[in-house]
């Protein structure tokens, strides 16, 4: 059997007759670069490929969101959820804007979805939906024509403030193929 014989190091213990030697100024800037550049190569990738900052334009997504507040949108992919807050990109529809669109989501494939605009309801399966998050009950009809069953690959989507949103109750939005969603709304 073959025995290794071991080395230890002393270790400098810093006192006033043995000061340390001063570190060299290139090995200072090292060490701070090794510390800031993973930071930022790290911030960078999350603002482009996780979050990125969009700014809300309209009234459409009142009280939840209000005209020029800016969220945190990710396009991380992750599947869609009744109530997720989504932006759509202009290419998603028919509206004369050239800008992306903010909007909740109300039907998910194969969902049938109603609204009753008589009693200011909307309905989904079947179900009327408990909404707190819209400004007033739904009264504003468009181009509804009910119930929509939603195809596969494509979602119903709603603004919160209902009588001021045009959305897949209008033509111009329709169901949205969710190939057009940039992502869902992170942070409020």
């Known amino acids: 059997m073959r025995v290794e014989q ?59 969101l209000r005209d020029r507040q800016r969220v945190a949108v990710t396009s991380f992919p992750a ?19 050239a800008q992306p669109i903010i909007k909740r989501v109300i039907g998910l494939p ?5 609204i009753d605009f008589e009693a200011c309801l909307v309905i989904r399966n079947g179900i009327a939906l408990d909404e707190p998050y819209i400004a007033e009950p739904t009264s504003r009809r468009d181009d509804f024509i009910g119930p929509v069953t939603v195809q596969d690959g494509k979602v119903f ?12 109750r209008s033509n111009d939005v329709a169901l949205v193929d969710q190939r057009y969603i940039i992502g869902r709304v992170l942070f409020i």
């Open 6 to 64: 071991e080395y230890w190091v002393p270790l400098r213990l810093q006192n006033d007759d043995d000061p340390l030697p001063a570190r060299h100024p290139l090995r200072l800037a090292y060490d701070i670069a090794g510390t800031f550049v993973p930071a930022v190569v790290l911030l960078v990738l999350t603002a482009v490929f996780v979050l990125k900052p969009v700014t809300v334009f309209g009234v459409s997504m009142m009280p939840t």
């Open 79 to 97: 599947p869609l959820r009744h109530g997720d807050i989504v932006v759509v990109s202009d290419a998603g529809t028919r509206m004369p804007k």
């Open 110 to 114: 194969g969902d049938v979805i109603d």
């Open 157 to 168: 989507l709603m603004g919160d403030n209902r009588n001021h949103s045009t959305d897949s």
